[in-house]
């Protein structure tokens, strides 16, 4: 029988480009299904980040190399295993990364986050079981096929381009984080990095889940109109990182009332000290979620937090069931990401994507790869 065989992007080495070569399209095992990728979402700062990753996370093991990576897959399912229950060839689909065991106890309590195998398939793991999961699964997105567990896959809506679908990953970091602290109607939200990638997705699934009030910190005031133009007049309101106090602004802002929930989606490398001012914007139990992996040590008051009853809590990722929720929002009307400004390469330009991601408007540019 002769190999089916398809293009892939590889990387051999950290910080080196990706090598365009032909591979052997995956086999599929029983409760797993094909996926013809059609558009694969690319992390920004990926280059940085795969030059530096051993240095900067040496706890998070990544694939061993030659690897092929890809964070954010969408396509159309081309074959399904003969377990596979709801899905069928033809249908689209949004490939989950996230990649869990099932049967360790954090799987089988349905907390599916919590695996002791936790991996982000074409990208980095979580613990020392990871090196397994990359072996069952080592293709990510940046290839023509690939196979992955029926678990993983969200339906989309029509109405819902392969594009923007791959901004899935960050849009359910945001979302995840917003249900942890029960946004929605009558919340007043503070997101920290509001027009950054993970900040504009807490805008606009906030915006969805009702929020009446979005505040907002960030450094590029050239979006800021832009942001704000997102919600009616006066419903989003942004503040100048460095310019004053988060706090005082926040106070002045909200008529004294504070914030019930702060976003603070700022990623590594920002200063704690952006975090704990937003912190001091909620009000009496109030509750951040940290989704942006602010680096260091971070101080906190623990007794002000305990005579307020404040939360502070991490999330990583977002089940699939959430990641369906959000594309339902979409074809119902209610979540409306329409102001995505897709750039889209070939497969063949990978390298140049990943060099040129960095030239985006914030969180409105989006860069795919297209197979």
């Known amino acids: 029988?002769?190999?089916?065989?398809?293009?892939?992007?590889?990387?051999?080495?950290?910080?080196?480009?990706?090598?365009?070569?032909?591979?052997?399209?995956?086999?599929?095992?029983?409760?797993?299904?094909?996926?013809?990728?059609?558009?694969?979402?690319?992390?920004?700062?990926?280059?940085?980040?795969?030059?530096?990753?051993?240095?900067?996370?040496?706890?998070?093991?990544?694939p061993k190399l030659p690897a092929i990576f890809g964070l954010d897959p969408t396509g159309v399912i081309e074959a399904v295993g003969e377990q596979v229950y709801d899905f069928k060839p033809g249908d689209r689909v949004y490939v989950n990364p996230a990649r869990h065991c099932g049967s360790c106890r954090a799987c089988r309590a349905g907390n599916t986050t919590g695996c002791t195998a936790y991996t982000f398939n074409g990208y980095f793991g979580f613990t020392p079981r990871s090196q397994r999961m990359f072996e069952d699964y080592p293709y990510g997105g940046l290839c023509e096929y690939m196979s992955a567990p029926q678990y993983s896959l969200v339906r989309l809506p029509d109405c819902m381009s392969f594009e923007t679908a791959a901004r899935l990953g960050y849009l359910g970091t945001a979302y995840r984080a917003l249900r942890a602290a029960n946004v929605g109607p009558g919340s007043t939200v503070l997101i920290n990095g509001i027009s950054g990638t993970l900040g504009l997705g807490a805008v606009?699934?906030?915006?969805?889940?009702?929020?009446?009030?979005?505040?907002?910190?960030?450094?590029?005031?050239?979006?800021?109109?832009?942001?704000?133009?997102?919600?009616?007049?006066?419903?989003?309101?942004?503040?100048?990182?460095?310019?004053?106090?988060?706090?005082?602004?926040?106070?002045?802002?909200?008529?004294?009332?504070?914030?019930?929930?702060?976003?603070?989606?700022?990623?590594?490398?920002?200063?704690?000290?952006?975090?704990?001012?937003?912190?001091?914007?909620?009000?009496?139990?109030?509750?951040?979620?940290?989704?942006?992996?602010?680096?260091?040590?971070?101080?906190?008051?623990?007794?002000?937090?305990?005579d307020n009853g404040i939360t502070v809590s991490g999330s990583v990722w977002f089940t699939t069931g959430q990641g369906q929720d959000m594309a339902d929002m979409v074809e119902s009307g209610v979540l409306?990401?329409?102001?995505?400004?897709?750039?889209?390469?070939?497969?063949?330009?990978?390298?140049?994507?990943?060099?040129?991601?960095?030239?985006?408007?914030?969180?409105?540019?989006?860069?795919?790869?297209?197979?």
Request: hydrophobic content about 45%.
């Open 1 to 62: 029988m002769t190999t089916k065989m398809m293009r892939a992007a590889r990387m051999y080495e950290g910080g080196k480009p990706m090598v365009i070569e032909q591979v052997a399209v995956p086999a599929i095992r029983p409760t797993e299904v094909l996926v013809k990728v059609k558009a694969c979402g690319i992390v920004p700062n990926l280059h940085n980040i795969l030059t530096n990753w051993v240095n900067w996370f040496p706890n998070l093991p990544l």
């Open 204 to 306: 606009a699934l906030a915006l969805a889940l009702g929020a009446r009030k979005i505040l907002g910190t960030a450094r590029n005031q050239a979006l800021f109109q832009r942001v704000k133009d997102l919600a009616a007049p006066g419903r989003i309101e942004i503040h100048t990182l460095g310019s004053g106090s988060t706090q005082e602004w926040a106070d002045r802002v909200t008529n004294g009332e504070g914030v019930d929930v702060v976003i603070d989606a700022l990623g590594p490398g920002a200063p704690a000290e952006s975090l704990v001012d937003a912190m001091r914007c909620l009000h009496r139990g109030g509750h951040l979620v940290n989704i942006g992996a602010v680096a260091g040590e971070v101080p906190l008051d623990l007794h002000w937090m305990m």
């Open 336 to 371: 409306d990401l329409s102001f995505f400004e897709h750039s889209v390469f070939p497969l063949e330009e990978v390298n140049q994507a990943i060099s040129g991601i960095e030239n985006r408007h914030g969180g409105f540019g989006n860069f795919v790869i297209c197979p």
